[in-house]
C-alpha cells in the first residue's frame, strides 16, 4: 500500500560542484531556445557529469536554469541571467530490461530509438523532434503525433532520480509514493517538507502540459513529469517500452475539402478504436493521423520541400493527412505491396493495409496517396521531413522577420487541444479571427487528439501583439469547449501561455502551484520565472 512519506538521500559520489563557464563566446549559443523568446542572458554554464555534481551546483548557485536540447517553444529554456545546467553530459544508457529502459536525462531520442531498435523495442508516445532530450520530455510531460493511440510521457514513465534544490535526492518509483488526504510528507535533510496538491481540477484531455498535476491520491512521480524543471533536476528515468517493435506505414493523403478530411479521419479514429477494443488482427491500427492545412502546404510549396522530398501535392488541395498505420511485427515490404495492390480487389482478404486503402478509395482520394511501406526507411524519411518541414518554414520566416524587421519579434503561436467532436467549431474559430486581423497563419498539428498548433508568421510587431491577442481569445474558447490551452509544449517564460494558465486554473489555481514550489524549492533558485512570476 502506498503512502505519502518519502525519505531523501544524500547524492551518491564525492561532493563536487562542476566548473561554470563564463564566456561570453561560449555562453552565445545557449541564449535562445526553439521560441526566439527574446532577452536571453546567462550568468554561465556548467555541465555537470554526476549526480553529485548537480547536487553541488543546486546548493552553491542562486539562480539555476535546467536546460536539454533547448528545443522549447515557450521560452522555458531561455536563460534570464540564470547559471544554465546543461544535462548534455548525462548521456548515457544505463539498463535495458524486458520491458523497460533506464537512462540519463541527457540522452536524445535519436539515442534512444536507436539503442531499442537494435533489441527490437519501442518508445512510441516521442514527440516529432527526436533531438529532444529524455530529461527534457519528461519535464514537459511531452506528447506527440502517437498519442491517439499510446498516451503521453506521463504514462510511460516508471521512475526518476531528481536532485531537489538543496541538494537532497528523490527515488520516487511509480506506485509508492500517493498523496493522503491531499498532501505528502518528504523528509528532508535539514526538515520535513509538507506539501499540499492543488485543488484545482484539470481538464480531461488526451494531452495536457499546463503546470503542476493534481488529484486528490496522485502518484508524487505526477508532481515532477511536467515541472518544467522548476521543482527539481532529473538525473535518471526510467521508461516502460514495448517489448516488440510494429512494422509502420506512412500515408500521406490530400484532400480538395476540409469537411471531407474531417470525416475521413472520424472514420479512422473509429476504426483503430474497434481494432484496440476487439484485438482485431485484421483491423485498422491507426497510432496517429497528423494534419496541415492550406497555408501549411503553401509554404512546402514555396520553400521547395514538396520537390525536394519527391511528394507532388496536388494544386486543389486545402488540407493533407499524414497517417500512421502499425502492421505486425515482421512485415516486409513485399507483402504490404502485395496488399496495396490488392486493395480494388472486392474478393482479397482482410488485412490492414487492404482495409486502409478500401477507405482511401471510397474517400476518393486514393490516386493521390503516397504511401511509405515497412522497410522503406527512405521514403519514409521523406514523408517525415515534409511535415517537419512545416514548422521548419515557420521558425524560418519567424528569425528572418526578428533580424530584418524588429528584434522584438518572438515566436507567435499556440498549443490547443479539444474534445475531437469539437475539433471543427475551433478551427472555424480560428479561420475567423485570423481573417478578421489579417494575419498570415498556419495550422497544423495532431489531429487524431484534437490538438492543433495556429502559428502566426508575423511581418511587424504589430502583427506578434495581434497574434497574442487572437492566442488569448482562442485560449478562452478552448476553455469553453472542455480542453486544454495548453496541451504538450508547456508554459516557459511565454507571457500568453503564463496567461492562459491563469484562464485555466484561476488565479488561486496558479498561486496553489507557487505553494507547491515555495515549499520543494523556498528560495525559488530553480527554473525562476519559468510558469509563473518569481514569488
Known amino acids: 500500500m502506498p503512502g505519502r512519506c518519502i525519505r531523501a538521500r544524500a547524492p551518491r559520489g564525492a561532493p563536487s560542484v562542476p566548473p561554470i563557464t563564463r564566456d561570453a563566446d561560449v555562453l552565445a549559443s545557449f541564449l535562445e531556445d526553439g521560441a526566439y523568446f527574446p532577452g536571453g542572458h546567462a550568468a554561465g554554464i556548467a555541465t555537470p557529469a554526476s549526480e553529485a555534481e548537480v547536487a553541488g551546483l543546486l546548493r552553491t548557485a542562486s539562480s539555476i536554469l535546467p536546460i536539454g536540447a533547448q528545443s522549447s517553444l515557450t521560452g522555458g529554456a531561455t536563460p534570464m541571467g540564470d547559471v544554465l545546467l546543461s544535462t548534455s553530459r548525462l548521456n548515457r544508457i544505463l539498463e535495458l530490461g524486458p520491458d523497460w529502459v533506464r537512462v540519463e536525462p541527457g540522452v536524445t531520442l535519436t539515442d534512444l530509438d536507436a539503442a531499442l531498435a537494435r533489441a527490437g523495442k519501442y518508445y512510441p508516445p516521442a514527440p516529432t523532434f527526436t533531438g529532444a532530450f529524455v530529461g527534457g520530455i519528461v519535464a514537459t510531460n511531452a506528447a506527440g503525433a502517437s498519442t491517439f493511440k499510446y498516451g503521453t510521457t506521463r504514462d510511460w514513465v516508471r521512475a526518476l532520480t531528481v536532485v531537489l534544490p538543496n541538494g537532497d535526492v528523490l527515488d520516487v518509483e511509480r506506485g509508492t509514493t500517493s498523496a493522503v488526504d491531499g498532501r505528502f510528507e518528504i523528509v528532508l535533510s535539514d526538515r520535513t517538507a509538507h506539501l499540499r496538491v492543488p485543488q484545482y481540477r484539470m481538464p480531461r484531455v488526451p494531452k495536457l502540459s499546463a503546470g503542476y498535476f493534481a488529484a486528490p491520491d496522485m502518484d508524487l512521480i505526477d508532481l515532477f513529469i511536467g515541472s518544467e524543471g522548476t521543482l527539481g533536476v532529473i538525473t535518471e528515468?526510467?521508461?516502460?517500452?514495448?517489448?516488440?517493435?510494429?512494422?509502420?506505414?506512412?500515408?500521406?493523403?490530400?484532400?480538395?475539402?476540409?469537411?471531407?478530411?474531417?470525416?475521413?479521419?472520424?472514420?479512422?479514429?473509429?476504426?483503430?478504436?474497434?481494432?484496440?477494443?476487439?484485438?482485431?488482427?485484421?483491423?485498422?491500427?491507426?497510432?496517429?493521423?497528423?494534419?496541415?492545412?492550406?497555408?501549411?502546404?503553401?509554404?512546402?510549396?514555396?520553400?521547395?520541400?514538396?520537390?525536394?522530398?519527391?511528394?507532388?501535392?496536388?494544386?486543389?488541395?486545402?488540407?493533407?493527412?499524414?497517417?500512421?498505420?502499425?502492421?505486425?511485427?515482421?512485415?516486409?515490404?513485399?507483402?504490404?505491396?502485395?496488399?496495396?495492390?490488392?486493395?480494388?480487389?472486392?474478393?482479397?482478404?482482410?488485412?490492414?493495409?487492404?482495409?486502409?486503402?478500401?477507405?482511401?478509395?471510397?474517400?476518393?482520394?486514393?490516386?493521390?496517396?503516397?504511401?511509405?511501406?515497412?522497410?522503406?526507411?527512405?521514403?519514409?524519411?521523406?514523408?517525415?521531413?515534409?511535415?517537419?518541414?512545416?514548422?521548419?518554414?515557420?521558425?524560418?520566416?519567424?528569425?528572418?522577420?526578428?533580424?530584418?524587421?524588429?528584434?522584438?519579434?518572438?515566436?507567435?503561436?499556440?498549443?490547443?487541444?479539444?474534445?475531437?467532436?469539437?475539433?471543427?467549431?475551433?478551427?472555424?474559430?480560428?479561420?475567423?479571427?485570423?481573417?478578421?486581423?489579417?494575419?498570415?497563419?498556419?495550422?497544423?498539428?495532431?489531429?487524431?487528439?484534437?490538438?492543433?498548433?495556429?502559428?502566426?508568421?508575423?511581418?511587424?510587431?504589430?502583427?506578434?501583439?495581434?497574434?497574442?491577442?487572437?492566442?488569448?481569445?482562442?485560449?478562452?474558447?478552448?476553455?469553453?469547449?472542455?480542453?486544454?490551452?495548453?496541451?504538450?509544449?508547456?508554459?516557459?517564460?511565454?507571457?500568453?501561455?503564463?496567461?492562459?494558465?491563469?484562464?485555466?486554473?484561476?488565479?488561486?489555481?496558479?498561486?496553489?502551484?507557487?505553494?507547491?514550489?515555495?515549499?520543494?524549492?523556498?528560495?525559488?533558485?530553480?527554473?525562476?520565472?519559468?510558469?509563473?512570476?518569481?514569488?
Open 237 to 535: 528515468v526510467t521508461l516502460r517500452v514495448l517489448p516488440a517493435r510494429p512494422a509502420m506505414c506512412l500515408a500521406f493523403v490530400p484532400f480538395a475539402d476540409r469537411d471531407a478530411a474531417l470525416a475521413f479521419v472520424t472514420r479512422l479514429r473509429k476504426a483503430a478504436s474497434d481494432t484496440w477494443r476487439r484485438a482485431d488482427p485484421h483491423g485498422l491500427d491507426v497510432a496517429a493521423i497528423e494534419h496541415m492545412d492550406a497555408r501549411c502546404l503553401a509554404l512546402l510549396r514555396e520553400d521547395g520541400a514538396d520537390r525536394l522530398n519527391g511528394v507532388a501535392i496536388p494544386d486543389r488541395a486545402v488540407i493533407a493527412l499524414l497517417i500512421t498505420l502499425e502492421l505486425p511485427p515482421g512485415t516486409s515490404s513485399a507483402q504490404a505491396f502485395d496488399e496495396i495492390g490488392r486493395a480494388r480487389d472486392p474478393y482479397a482478404p482482410d488485412s490492414p493495409l487492404v482495409r486502409l486503402c478500401r477507405a482511401l478509395d471510397e474517400a476518393g482520394v486514393l490516386d493521390t496517396v503516397e504511401i511509405a511501406v515497412p522497410g522503406d526507411l527512405a521514403r519514409a524519411a521523406q514523408l517525415l521531413a515534409l511535415r517537419e518541414a512545416v514548422p521548419a518554414g515557420v521558425n524560418a520566416r519567424v528569425g528572418r522577420a526578428k533580424q530584418t524587421i524588429d528584434a522584438r519579434i518572438a515566436k507567435t503561436a499556440a498549443d490547443m487541444i479539444v474534445p475531437f467532436d469539437r475539433l471543427e467549431a475551433l478551427l472555424t474559430v480560428y479561420d475567423a479571427e485570423f481573417l478578421r486581423r489579417g494575419l498570415d497563419a498556419a495550422v497544423w498539428g495532431h489531429i487524431s487528439d484534437g490538438n492543433l498548433h495556429p502559428n502566426v508568421m508575423p511581418r511587424s510587431m504589430a502583427d506578434v501583439e495581434s497574434g497574442k491577442a487572437a492566442i488569448l481569445m482562442f485560449g478562452r474558447e478552448v476553455i469553453r469547449l472542455g480542453g486544454s490551452p495548453l496541451a504538450e509544449h508547456g508554459v516557459g517564460r511565454n507571457p500568453v501561455k503564463q496567461q492562459l494558465l491563469v484562464e485555466l486554473y484561476g488565479q488561486d489555481g496558479v498561486n496553489a502551484m507557487r505553494e507547491v514550489k515555495r515549499t520543494l524549492d523556498p528560495d525559488f533558485k530553480l527554473a525562476p520565472g519559468v510558469l509563473f512570476a518569481e514569488r
